[in-house]
Every structure is written in structure tokens, then in C-alpha cells.
């Protein structure tokens, strides 16, 4: 009897790109999406309206298999450590490495600094009520 082969097509990764506005654009934006196309299927908030709220692009971050960034602003700030918080991991561009200690420690000094962190405690809240008690963990710098 012959065994049947299955045919399995690789699966490709879904990537939230987060990144500054000060990037869109740019030359490092075109190197960066190249770059994380050979990794899988990018999506790229750039073009999707600088109006739209938060809340729509922490939802992509929360379909995401994996998050890469770029940059430290407030946007990126939070993306990054809801990506941690509901432990997708998170690769910096700058590295091509996995986020380490010092850098998750600045996008939370920039997060807390935020004049809207408030607000983001409570938007976090509202969208991964599941997820809060682990956000205010990353928040801390208790990340294993």
C-alpha cells in the first residue's frame, strides 16, 4: 500500500511593522519592509491614515504572530509592550534581534511618560481585559 504524501505549502508569519511616523516613507521604511517580507506577510500601518485610533492598530498587533519595530515613540511604545503583554514576541529592526531588557525598559519609560498613559491603561483594559493583569506586569519590567 502507498503512503500518501501530504502537500503542505509553508505557512508565512503575519508581522505587525511598528514604526514611527518620522520612518513612513523613507528609505529605512522600503529596506525594512523588504526585509520583513522575506519573513512573511508584512502589515504596514503606513497608509492607513495617521487619524485612525490606536485601538485599530493594537487590534493588528493582536492578530500578529510576531511584532518587529523600529523607532521610540509613544505609538510604538505601546504597540510593542501589548505585543509583550499578550507574549507575541517582538524583534528590534535596529538588532534583527529579540527585544532585550534595556530596550523594553526605555519603551516603558516612554509609555509612563506619555501624557495619554492614563488612557492607554484604560484602552488596554477595554480590548484584552484577559491580557491587563500581564500588561501591568511588562509595565513593571517583569518579563521572563
Do not use: C
Request: charged share 25%; proline share 4%.
Amino acid at each position: 500500500m502507498e503512503k500518501k504524501q501530504l502537500k503542505r505549502t509553508p505557512v508565512k508569519s503575519f508581522i505587525y511593522y511598528s514604526h514611527s511616523f518620522h520612518f513612513y516613507n523613507s528609505e529605512i521604511e522600503r529596506a525594512d519592509i523588504e526585509f520583513l517580507q522575506s519573513q512573511g506577510e508584512a502589515y504596514n500601518p503606513n497608509g492607513r491614515g495617521r487619524t485612525r485610533a490606536i485601538s485599530e492598530y493594537l487590534l493588528a498587533v493582536s492578530e500578529s504572530d510576531v511584532v518587529w519595530y523600529r523607532g521610540n515613540t509613544i505609538g510604538v511604545a505601546f504597540e510593542v509592550l501589548t505585543a509583550l503583554a499578550l507574549q507575541i514576541p517582538v524583534f528590534s529592526l535596529e538588532t534583527k534581534q529579540r527585544i532585550n531588557k534595556a530596550e523594553i525598559t526605555i519603551l516603558i519609560d516612554t509609555l509612563r511618560n506619555s501624557p495619554s498613559f492614563s488612557d492607554d491603561l484604560v484602552l488596554f483594559e477595554a480590548m484584552f481585559p484577559h491580557a491587563y493583569p500581564n500588561f501591568l506586569r511588562v509595565l513593571r519590567g517583569d518579563i521572563h
